[in-house]
């Protein structure tokens, strides 16, 4: 039930850009996307509904394959604020259930 | 917008003893809670979540409940605390007029000593 992320890290320079990969074998409803900072909260980035409906920043983007059950989040030109643990999130088609997938930690460096 | 509320922020306490966290929400109705507990450098884990008041589901079995008395609260406790229980601990709720987002509480980080 719990998704699997690719690569578990990754440290990237100012500028340059990050795909952090969720899989899930159930299918899904949705996929959320979230950033935590060490000691905070997680908080929202970026949602994608079956069907293909989409939300989100600019510079982060998503996709999401219904028929693989798997999302990419994309970050472009990395900045130092993107540094933190980056979890998808899965809501499969039945029942109320959210899971949490296995944390991608990312660290910007200058 | 919708205002979740945890306490205490930081707690220590003694492994057998009781534990109580309580969990509020503020301008929502009827909304779906969940309680995540996040362990040092590891991913967050659903513990238990509810759809409405008196319904809750469990995750993981363990010594820890939950409950909801009222519509926005959302409590989790134990009878005796192991270890293993400590960690930072979420709620976090569908609610607000995006339906298809879950915000979360600030959370509490427990300590068993």
């Known amino acids: 039930q719990q998704p699997v992320q690719s690569p578990q890290a990754v440290i990237l320079r100012e500028g340059e850009d990050a795909v952090i990969n969720c899989s899930s074998s159930?299918?899904?409803?949705?996929v959320h996307w979230y950033r935590q900072k060490h000691g905070e909260a997680p908080v929202f980035l970026m949602i994608?509904?079956?069907?293909?409906e989409q939300k989100g920043h600019d510079k982060i983007s998503a996709s999401f394959n219904e028929k693989k059950q798997q999302s990419s989040l994309y970050l472009t030109a990395s900045q130092l604020s993107y540094s933190g643990t980056y979890f998808c999130?899965?809501?499969?088609?039945?029942?109320?259930?959210?899971?949490f997938g296995t944390g991608t930690s990312l660290t910007v460096i200058p | 917008s919708q205002t979740i509320h945890q306490w205490p922020a930081t707690l220590v306490q003694p492994v057998g003893s009781p534990l109580s966290l309580e969990c509020t929400v503020e301008?929502?109705?009827?909304?779906?809670l969940y309680w995540y507990r996040q362990a040092a450098g590891r991913g967050l884990q659903l513990l238990f979540y509810?759809?409405?008041?008196?319904?809750i589901s469990s995750e993981v079995p363990q010594n820890l409940s939950a409950s909801r008395p009222q519509d926005r609260q959302f409590i989790l406790s134990s009878k005796k605390l192991l270890l293993s229980d400590s960690g930072f601990y979420l709620c976090?709720?569908?609610?607000?007029?995006?339906?298809?987002?879950?915000?979360f509480g600030p959370g509490t980080r427990l300590t068993v000593l």
């Open positions: 999130g899965t809501e499969e088609d039945t029942g109320n259930q959210f899971y």
């Open positions: 159930k299918a899904l409803y949705s």
């Open positions: 994608l509904l079956k069907g293909g």
């Open positions: 301008g929502t109705s009827n909304p779906n």
């Open positions: 509810s759809v409405g008041i008196g319904q």
């Open positions: 976090a709720c569908y609610c607000g007029q995006d339906t298809d987002t879950q915000y």
